[in-house]
C-alpha cells in the first residue's frame, strides 16, 4: 500500500466525498476571474458548514491566506494530488448491458484516474464487440486476464444474481478493490475495498423527498 492510500485511510469518507465535490466545483469555475477562493466561498456555492469546509480542506496540506483564502489553481491541485487524481489505474468491468457500457462510454472517470481498459460478459452476442474502443471479452478470460496484467481495480455491473460469483472470481485473481452497481450485498475478505453506488437506493431517496413535499 502507498504512502497516498494509507493517507487517504485515515480520512473520513464523508470528507473523501465532499473534496471531490470541492474539486468539481472549483474545476467549473472561471479560474482567471477568481485568482482566490476562500472556504466560505465555496461552503455558501455548495450549501455547506464554512467550518467544515475548511477541515475538509486541511487534510490536503494546502495552507490559506488570511481575510484572502486559496490560491484557486493551487486549492485545485492539491486536491487533485491528495485524492490520487494525478495517477491512473486501470479497471476490468463485468457485465456489458445498458448500464455497463454507460459506465465505460463516461469520459469523466479519466479525470478522476479511473481507466476501464477491458470489459467481460456471458452473453455470446456480446464478446468481441467493442464500447467506445473498449472489447468485450468472454468471462471466462476474467481470472486469468487480471492476474497476468496485476489488475487491482473491479466494476461490477452485472444483475444481482450474478454479482458476488464474479466477486469471488475478482478476489481470488487479485482484485483489491470493487466498484458494485449491482443490488447485491457482497461478501469479500477483509483487505478487499467494496464501494457500492445503487441507483434504486438514490432514486428510492429521491422520491421519497418529493413525496414528502406533496
Sequence with gaps: MTEQNKKIQKVPEPTIKRL????NHLRHINVENKEYISAPSIAKDLKLDPTQVTKDIAYTGIQGKTKI???????IKFIEEFLGYGRTDIAFLVGAGNLGKAVICYEGFKQAGLKIVAAFDNDELKIGEKVNDI?????KKLGNLIERLHV???????PSYAAQEVCDVMVNAGIK?????????????TDVTVVNTSLYHDLAILMSKINKKK
Design 69 to 75: 483564502g486559496y490560491k484557486t489553481e493551487e486549492l
Design 135 to 139: 472489447e468485450i471479452f468472454d468471462i
Design 20 to 23: 471531490s465535490a470541492y474539486l
Design 152 to 158: 487491482q481495480i473491479g466494476v461490477i455491473t452485472t
Design 177 to 189: 478493490a470493487i466498484w458494485n452497481f449491482s443490488q447485491a450485498i457482497l461478501k469479500t475478505t
